[in-house]
């Protein structure tokens, strides 16, 4: 079986929840990304984030990216809260005709990066043309538990996997300046910009936005283009996945040094 190289997709937990209602699905807008996939017609490596499932618990217990000591009890409602919302984007995303196969990340990432076995199971189920999915998580530490981001884990990914390109869905048309308006959004950025960085919107416990951009310079800077798209606008979603030109941000790869 020849060797397939894979395009990353993040759906932003804002895309995949209403941020404001806890455990509420947002089903339209996992329908209009799954249809976009499944026209795009290749299997694409998706991670989703916690939206108002795995940060609603992760705030109420005050669970961080720092390694804590919570109870038993908090860490199991976190992370079948994310199972539960997996178990979701999955039903969907296969009566959308988008078969997928989940790798919870303790399977795959060991601190932040992806491990070996990690790689080999990614690598036969793409061979195989499935799409692997995963997803940001609670996981345990010598020194307690800590939430892993799904943008985290989408950087281990494109480093690991080194995709065509990165999609970022978020719920929102693009990048923003820092306090500007809507009008402003960045159609295009290098990586090697110094942005100012800060939470903005819906900030949460692993970090929102400046975690996001953060994580796609770094991926960025291995030569991998990354798209921020409007998750709620299906057609925008296919034309990043296709790798058109798309209304919304675009980090251009560039490699160190070039
Ligand atoms: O929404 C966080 O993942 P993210 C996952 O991708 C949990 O940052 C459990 C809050």
């Known amino acids: 079986m020849a060797k397939v190289t894979p395009i990353l997709m993040k759906m932003g937990g804002s895309v995949v929840t209403y941020r404001e209602k806890p455990l509420a699905a947002n089903v339209k807008a996992i329908e ?22 795995g940060h609603y ?27 539960q919302l997996n178990l979701i984007i999955t039903d ?29 199971i990614l690598a036969d189920l793409l061979k195989l043309r499935i799409s692997p999915i995963t ?12 939430i892993l981001s799904g943008d985290v884990i989408t950087r281990a990914l494109a480093e690991a996997l080194r995709p065509s390109r990165v999609v970022f869905s ?17 159609l295009e950025l290098d990586s ?36 921020f798209v409007n998750g709620l606008k299906p057609e925008r979603v296919l034309k990043a996945l296709k790798g058109q030109r798309v209304y919304g941000t675009r980090i251009r790869g560039t490699k160190s040094g070039g």
């Not at 820092?178 to 960045?186: A, F, R, T, Y």
């Not at 960085?197 to 970090?207: I, Q, R, S, W």
């Open 32 to 53: 209009g990304v799954a249809r976009s996939i499944a026209a795009f017609g290749h299997p694409v490596v998706i991670i989703h984030g916690g939206g108002s499932f």
């Open 57 to 83: 618990y992760a705030e109420m217990f005050g669970v961080s990216t720092t390694p804590k000591i919570i109870s038993p009890e908090a860490a199991s409602k976190i992370h079948a809260a994310m199972l």
């Open 92 to 120: 969907i995303l296969a009566k959308c005709g988008v078969p997928s196969y989940t790798v919870p990340p303790i399977e795959l990432i060991d601190g932040e990066d992806v491990t070996e076995s990690g790689r080999s």
């Open 135 to 146: 997803f940001g998580d609670v996981l345990p530490s010598k020194r307690g538990f800590f």
């Open 170 to 186: 978020i719920d929102v048309d693009g990048i923003y300046p820092v306090g500007s308006q809507l009008e402003n959004m960045i």
């Open 192 to 227: 090697k910009v110094d942005l100012k960085l800060a939470p903005g919107k819906g900030a949460d416990v692993t970090g929102g936005m400046a975690l996001k951009i953060q994580e796609s310079f770094k991926i960025a800077k291995h030569g991998i283009d990354v798209f």
